[in-house]
């Protein structure tokens, strides 16, 4: 993983940006109206228009039906959802992907992870202070090193519908899947570990510069993957299930 400068913005707006990613968490469904009516019930003189920008900025949107602030480029292909009722019962069979905001006491960073679904198992992850494609094709390319999906699950940012991480995907002969506007539970595995992460880790260690983030996050999925015991896993490590080394590894739910 690589790491840069930490995205500077005013204290203020910092703060503000860790109640909402915080409040997002749990309740997913908030857009930005509700998450103005939550914070001026906080006592914060906001309105929703700046409640808008801190959630653009942070690559934020509620999880319902209607317009989304996650969107492709307009020249961007749209892939098909391919998950709907398949039964996943096996590692490197579907993988999936995701950006989440990472607050610092001075700035924040994005995270991109790939996790494989079966497992819960993190293939790789890259931290960058932009919302560009680039580091998550990086990520992309550090799991494909290890191993090669079936199918490729992502939401349809323009990150995940970009030239360069779909080529990457299409000549790697990986099918393609993408998230249906609204539907909440498409990629609920890695909003799951976001909350893992972030209520075991991230909010507990309150980490300053992006050097002591970086060693964090990586202590921490190494610890994810290979020590925490996951309860839909019949207590199993993600790492022990996707390697299989155990025959009694639980079958993982699928949602239709």
Avoid at 57 to 80: C, F, K
Avoid at 165 to 187: C, E, H, P, W, Y
Avoid at 229 to 249: D, F, I
């Amino acid at each position: 993983s690589y790491y840069t400068q930490p995205a500077l913005d005013s204290a203020e707006n910092l703060h503000l940006m860790r109640l909402l990613d915080e409040q997002y968490l749990r309740t997913p469904c908030y857009g930005s109206r509700r998450m103005a009516v939550w914070l001026q019930g906080q006592g914060y003189a906001i309105n929703r228009k700046r409640v808008q920008r801190l959630m653009r900025r942070m690559g934020l949107e509620g999880v319902a039906p209607g317009p989304r602030t996650s969107r492709p480029q307009t020249q961007h292909r749209i892939y098909p959802y391919l998950l709907r009722e398949l039964i996943i019962d096996r590692p490197d069979q579907v993988w999936c992907s995701d950006i989440t905001y990472l607050p610092l006491s001075v700035g924040f960073m994005y995270l991109v992870v790939v996790i494989d679904w079966y497992s819960r198992y993190v293939l790789s992850w890259e931290l960058s202070n932009t919302l560009d494609a680039g580091f998550c094709v990086d990520a992309l390319d550090t799991a494909l090193h290890r191993s090669q999906p079936e199918i490729f699950n992502s939401d349809q940012g323009a990150q995940y519908t970009s030239w360069a991480f779909t080529n990457r995907l299409q000549d790697a002969a990986v099918k393609i899947s993408m998230d249906g506007r609204g539907r909440v539970f498409d990629n609920i595995f890695v909003e799951r570990f976001w909350r893992t992460l972030k209520y075991e880790d991230i909010y507990l260690k309150d980490y300053e510069s992006v050097l002591e983030l970086l060693q964090g996050v990586s202590t921490y999925i190494e610890f994810y993957n290979e020590q925490r015991p996951h309860q839909a896993l019949g207590y199993l490590t993600p790492g022990t299930v996707y390697r299989g080394s155990s025959g009694s590894s639980k079958h993982v739910p699928t949602l239709s």
